[in-house]
């Protein structure tokens, strides 16, 4: 399918399997862009936008980050589960 998508009153068709998840992530784009345009008056747009792409892939390695952090201590979790459960079935079985 595709989407018509606005980013700093520029418009662009993209393909999408989800177009309501490009929509939500080209305002969410869009108000960054113009948050720091507003901020830093005088940058250009091809500045801004570089900025604003670090700023979201620094935001994504954080997220990435903690996500790999709480799945080490679900597993860290799991297996004292799974010990407390083997001794106790060995501590039950005849």
Do not use: C, F, W
Not at 65 to 70: A, K
């Amino acid at each position: 399918m595709q989407k018509q998508i606005t980013i700093l009153g520029r418009n662009y068709t993209l393909r999408a399997d989800n177009g309501d998840e490009l929509e939500a992530a080209a305002r969410d784009v869009d108000s960054r862009m113009k948050s720091l345009m507003s901020r830093s008056p005088g940058v250009d747009p091809y500045t801004v936008a570089m900025l604003t792409a670090l700023n979201l892939a620094s935001e994504l390695r954080a997220a990435h980050r903690g996500y790999r952090g709480r799945l080490e201590l679900m597993d860290r979790e799991a297996a004292a589960v799974e010990a407390v459960l083997a001794a106790a079935v060995g501590e039950g079985a005849p």
